[in-house]
Nanobody
Framework: QVQLVESGGGLVQPGGSLRLSCAAS????????MAWYVQVPGKQRELVAR???????TYADSVKGRFTISRDNAKKEVYLQMNSLKPEDTAVYYC????????WGKGTLVTVSL
């Protein structure tokens, strides 16, 4: 069983930065691809960024150049550094392990507003 706990969400002004963290337990963390997804009311959950066990990264076009995903296998944590935030980045951000049929955290709310 894998448990994922997100942290670091909150309210930030447009143009600001936030760093999300996701702590994993109960798993061989280094073997999993890890990802961040977003969801807004009325829409499906969408991929923001993914990092494979080997460190390869993938980003949604909307966040390329602004967001950076990284992982620390020793700490069993994955991070999402979000810069130049926009109001449209407002969403609940979910941590995911092992793909959409894998494991999910409960989410952390990011609000970008004046």
């Amino acid at each position: 069983q894998v448990q994922l706990v997100e942290s670091g969400g909150g309210l930030v002004q447009p143009g600001g930065s936030l760093r999300l963290s996701c702590a994993a337990s109960g798993t061989i963390f280094s073997a999993y691809s890890m990802a961040w997804y977003v969801q807004v009311p009325g829409k499906q959950r969408e991929l923001v960024a993914r990092i494979t066990s080997g460190g390869s990264t993938t980003y949604a076009d909307s966040v390329k150049g602004r967001f950076t995903i990284s992982r620390d296998n020793a700490k069993k944590e994955v991070y999402l550094q979000m810069n130049s935030l926009k109001p449209e980045d407002t969403a609940v951000y979910y941590c995911n392990a092992a793909g959409q049929r894998g494991y999910w955290g409960k989410g952390t709310l990011v609000t970008v507003s004046l």
